[in-house]
């Protein structure tokens, strides 16, 4: 019986395909036979990752790169062996490869989790995490920063733009031509922890300065965009701007 975590892929946009594992996602994007892999999820989706590449009738050795949003273990997990077993380059900022290296680590603690654990939803969700592998420091050795500034010569022609907040070095991937703005945790559109759907901040204890990631909104907003792939959430449909306006309007009901 395969132990491959159960995944669902939703075709976004052109050749745009948002990957929901649960409790997280990731992002392929296609271009001739070429991939580009956005985010990778927990340790154990490291099958599902390959399985996902596989399911639109690509290969893992198509990947061209992957690129991250933020260090997580969430959004890492799976990569150390995905970039060791294909060769596949993977790049984020310069802070942020710094923070996959664990040069410094941004990350909720076990304490944070444990003072909060009397919230609903808290329990299960950490089992859950603790079942997926997100004990332990998770290097991403293989992470170098962005070979150039600006759009990247990969599938999607994907533009890194910097929203510290989440993580000092967060960074979403605007896909211009596609219509397609890439979130990470910058923005969501649902949680295991909440218990509605739309455009909101993840819980605070995530965020290593909330404030700051807020303030990154108004970078967000500014995008031109038909279509937002967060990190943590369904696909949403609209603007950046309009879904920035529901996310502060939402953030008091995400303690």
Same mark, same amino acid.
């Given at each position: 019986?395969?132990?491959?975590?159960?995944?669902?892929?939703?075709?976004?946009?052109?050749?745009?395909?948002?990957?929901?594992?649960?409790?997280?996602?990731?992002?392929?994007?296609?271009?001739?036979?070429?991939?580009?892999?956005?985010?990778?999820?927990?340790?154990?989706?490291?099958?599902?990752?390959?399985?996902?590449?596989?399911?639109?009738?690509?290969?893992?050795?198509?990947?061209?790169?992957?690129?991250? *949003?933020?260090?997580? $273990?969430?959004?890492?997990?799976? !990569?150390?062996?995905?970039?060791?077993?294909?060769? &596949? +380059?993977? =790049? #984020?900022?310069?802070?942020?490869?710094?923070?996959?290296?664990?040069?410094?680590?941004?990350?909720?603690?076990?304490?944070?989790?444990?003072?909060?654990?009397?919230?609903?939803?808290?329990?299960?969700?950490?089992?859950?995490?603790?079942?997926?592998?997100?004990?332990?420091?998770?290097?991403?050795?293989?992470? *170098?920063?962005?070979? $150039?500034?600006?759009?990247?010569? !990969?599938?999607?022609?994907?533009?890194?733009?910097? &929203? +510290?907040? =989440? #993580?000092?070095?967060?960074?979403?991937?605007?896909?211009?031509?596609?219509?397609?703005?890439?979130?990470?945790?910058?923005?969501?559109?649902?949680?295991?922890?909440?218990?509605?759907?739309?455009?909101?901040?993840?819980?605070?204890?995530?965020?290593?300065?909330?404030?700051?990631?807020?303030?990154?909104?108004?970078?967000?907003?500014?995008?031109?965009?038909?279509?937002? !792939?967060?990190?943590?959430?369904?696909?949403?449909?609209?603007?950046?701007?309009?879904?920035?306006?529901?996310?502060?309007?939402?953030?008091?009901?995400?303690?």
């Amino acid at each position: 019986m395969s132990r491959t975590p159960h995944f669902r892929v939703t075709p976004v946009a052109e050749d745009v395909h948002l990957v929901d594992a649960g409790s997280v996602n990731w992002i392929l994007v296609g271009e001739g036979d070429a991939l580009t892999l956005i985010d990778g999820g927990y340790p154990a989706h490291a099958d599902a990752v390959e399985a996902s590449i596989r399911e639109i009738g690509r290969r893992p050795e198509d990947v061209a790169a992957v690129l991250v *949003t933020h260090a997580h $273990v969430d959004h890492i997990g799976s !990569l150390g062996r995905f970039a060791a077993r294909y060769g &596949t +380059p993977v =790049h #984020t900022g310069a802070t942020e490869t710094a923070h996959a290296h664990r040069d410094f680590l941004e990350q909720a603690t076990p304490g944070q989790v444990l003072a909060n654990v009397w919230r609903p939803r808290v329990l299960p969700w950490a089992l859950h995490i603790v079942a997926a592998g997100a004990l332990g420091a998770h290097r991403l050795e293989a992470a *170098t920063p962005f070979p $150039v500034e600006g759009a990247l010569d !990969l599938p999607g022609r994907p533009v890194p733009v910097e &929203t +510290p907040g =989440h #993580t000092s070095g967060h960074t979403c991937y605007h896909l211009p031509e596609r219509g397609v703005l890439v979130t990470g945790d910058a923005l969501g559109t649902g949680q295991p922890l909440t218990a509605f759907e739309g455009p909101q901040p993840l819980v605070s204890m995530f965020h290593h300065d909330r404030g700051r990631m807020m303030d990154s909104w108004s970078i967000l907003a500014e995008l031109d965009a038909d279509h937002l !792939l967060p990190g943590h959430g369904p696909a949403w449909r609209g603007t950046p701007r309009k879904a920035v306006e529901q996310a502060r309007l939402n953030a008091s009901r995400v303690w």
